[in-house]
C-alpha cells in the first residue's frame, strides 16, 4: 500500500524559505523518478519538479534557480528545498511519482500547505 506524508508548509513572507520534505512507503520509491507537485486556489495541480532514481533532476520554469529537489533513497524521503519564495508559489505541495500527467495518479497524501504573504 502507498502512504505519501508531505510536512514543512507553513506561512513565509516573500523572500523567505521553506523545506518541504515527504516520506514514502510501500514500492511507490523504488527505482520511480518521484515528483513534487503543487495545486493553487482555483488551479489544477501542476508539477514543480522532478527526480530519478539516481538524483538527476529537473524543474519547471516558475521553480528554476528557486528550487532544488532532492532523494534519501535509504530513508525514503523526497525533499523540496523553495528559496526566494513569491506569492504566485502559494498552494498545496504534494510529492508522488513521476508522471507528466499527474491526474493519471492515484493515490496522494494529504499534501502541505504553503503561503506566501507579507
Known amino acids: 500500500q502507498v502512504q505519501l506524508v508531505e510536512s514543512g508548509g507553513g506561512l513565509v513572507q516573500p523572500g523567505g524559505s521553506l523545506r518541504l520534505s515527504c516520506a514514502a512507503s510501500?514500492?511507490?520509491?523504488?527505482?520511480?523518478?518521484m515528483a513534487w507537485y503543487r495545486q493553487a486556489p482555483g488551479k489544477k495541480r501542476e508539477l514543480v519538479a522532478h527526480?530519478?532514481?539516481?538524483?538527476?533532476?529537473t524543474y519547471q520554469d516558475s521553480a528554476k534557480g528557486r528550487f532544488t529537489i532532492s532523494r534519501d533513497n535509504a530513508k525514503k524521503m523526497v525533499y523540496l528545498q523553495m528559496e526566494r519564495l513569491e506569492p504566485e508559489d502559494t498552494a498545496v505541495y504534494y510529492c508522488?511519482?513521476?508522471?507528466?500527467?499527474?491526474?493519471?495518479?492515484?493515490?496522494w497524501g494529504q499534501g502541505t500547505l504553503v503561503t506566501v504573504s507579507s
Open positions: 527526480i530519478t532514481e539516481g538524483s538527476l533532476t
Open positions: 508522488n511519482e513521476f508522471l507528466w500527467n499527474p491526474d493519471a495518479l492515484d493515490a
Open positions: 510501500g514500492s511507490i520509491f523504488n527505482g520511480n523518478s
